[in-house]
């Protein structure tokens, strides 16, 4: 059965230094990885998406993120935070033809300016 | 606007009452979703819909119930089983079967449920 672990509960970022998210899956089979965003009080966001090709993706806001299949990971990455991402970001892992997508408990972060 | 919508924002529920939290979308999309989400745990998945007049349960069905008699709605009923309601509840759709499964859902905005 797919699963999704995120280590890091909070991680509080000085404004405009860098930042990384951890996320790490387990799964017996092929998976689609992907980054979601929840704003305080509102449904979800995506950020970005891994399907296949190349294991650096890209999303809105400056976000990407890594797929690195050895180590069963999916890490996201903002070379500058701003004040305005303060939010919660969760990870989600889907396996190839299943219906149910998995989510991580989620990792809030607190920009401090 | 395309999108989903849930109501009502907040609700609160009585001991032994059954509540019913209403979901709709307009995207033309089969699949729908319920999820809870607590501080801590994440979302969790409570029951999914493929197509209209079908559903499956997900990891936290016990206490819930839903029915998909129309494509754009998904009701979700919290009933007096359901003994720890309190949480924020969230609706999302999304493409279904083939090659949807890298596609991404849209949430709508929750409801929170509390007890009284």
């Known amino acids: 059965a797919q699963s999704v672990t995120q280590l890091d509960s909070q991680v509080p970022v000085f404004e405009e230094a860098p930042v990384e998210l951890r996320c790490n899956y387990s799964?017996?089979?092929?998976?689609?990885l992907f980054w979601y965003v929840q704003y305080p009080n509102q449904g979800l966001q995506l950020l970005l998406k891994?399907?296949?090709?190349?294991?650096l993706v890209k999303g809105i806001n400056g976000f990407e993120a890594e797929f690195n299949k050895s180590q069963t990971s999916f890490h996201l990455r903002k070379p500058s935070v701003h004040i305005s991402d303060t939010a919660e970001y969760f990870c989600?892992?889907?396996?190839?033809?299943?219906?149910?997508?998995?989510f991580g408990t989620g990792t809030r972060l607190t920009i401090i300016p | 606007d395309g999108g989903i919508t849930q109501s009502p924002k907040y609700l609160f529920r009585k001991e032994g009452q059954n509540v019913t939290l209403s979901c709709e979308q307009n995207?033309?999309?089969?699949?729908m979703y319920w999820y809870r989400q607590d501080p801590g745990q994440g979302l969790r998945l409570i029951y999914y819909?493929?197509?209209?007049?079908?559903?499956q349960k997900g990891d936290i069905a016990e206490g819930y119930s839903v029915s998909r008699e129309k494509k754009e709605s998904f009701p979700l009923t919290v009933t007096s089983a359901q003994k720890n309601p309190t949480a924020f509840y969230l609706c999302?759709?999304?493409?279904?079967?083939?090659?949807?499964?890298?596609?991404?859902?849209?949430f709508g905005s929750g409801t929170q449920l509390s007890v009284l």
């Open positions: 999302a759709s999304g493409a279904a079967g083939g090659n949807s499964y890298g596609e991404k859902l849209f």
């Open positions: 799964s017996s089979v092929s998976v689609y």
């Open positions: 891994y399907l296949s090709g190349s294991t």
């Open positions: 989600a892992v889907r396996e190839f033809g299943n219906e149910k997508l998995t």
């Open positions: 995207l033309n999309h089969d699949a």
């Open positions: 819909s493929q197509i209209v007049n079908d559903f």
